[in-house]
């Protein structure tokens, strides 16, 4: 079931996202969810609190549903590594529309629960690397606008109030 994808300026983007503790039929539904939602936005990535669900899980598919290889689901994760420094255009399902030029590093190494609660790991370079970073810092409340600095940051922010004044946010 699609499920819709909560916006910057909702409260729940901004809570620090708390520990699965087993994977119930409802976190398996709420995976099959965030699955179809991401595909269908469509997006490489999407975490449990962009549908309004503080939990630590997120879902990245750089293929977007072309290749079934390419489908990560990742609970509890943690970092292991993070290295270098890449310099990329980056956008976000919750912030639509817009996008910036962020600093993540180059390579990362991700750790945590596949969906059957067997413990992965997942390495990225480059894109993948950005969209695990990303995703990562959904569960910590942290928006790729917060990596900005002041000037870009600030241009986006006044745009987005400007079109909420109008409701068309
Ligand atoms: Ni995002």
Redesign the pocket.
């Known amino acids: 079931m699609l499920r819709p994808i909560l916006r910057l300026g909702d409260s729940i983007l901004r809570e620090p996202a708390r520990p699965v503790a087993a994977i119930t039929p409802e976190i398996e539904t709420l995976i099959d969810d965030m699955i179809e939602t991401m595909y269908a936005a469509p997006g490489i990535?999407l975490?449990a609190p962009?549908v309004g669900v503080s939990l630590r899980i997120f879902v990245v598919d750089l293929s977007v549903g072309r290749d079934p290889a390419g489908l990560s689901v990742m609970i509890n994760p943690e970092f292991v590594a993070r290295e270098g420094m890449q310099l990329e255009e980056e956008g976000?399902?919750?912030v639509p529309g817009f996008t910036a030029t962020v600093a993540r590093p180059k390579r990362v190494v991700v750790k945590g629960w596949d969906r059957h609660g067997d413990e992965h790991q997942l390495e990225g370079t480059g894109l993948l690397a950005r969209a695990l970073q990303?995703e990562m810092d959904?569960l910590q409340s942290c928006l790729?606008l917060d990596r900005l600095r002041g000037i870009s940051r600030e241009l986006i922010v006044r745009k987005i109030k400007k079109l909420s004044k109008v409701g068309k946010w």
């Open positions: 990535g975490a962009q976000c399902l919750s990303h959904h790729f």
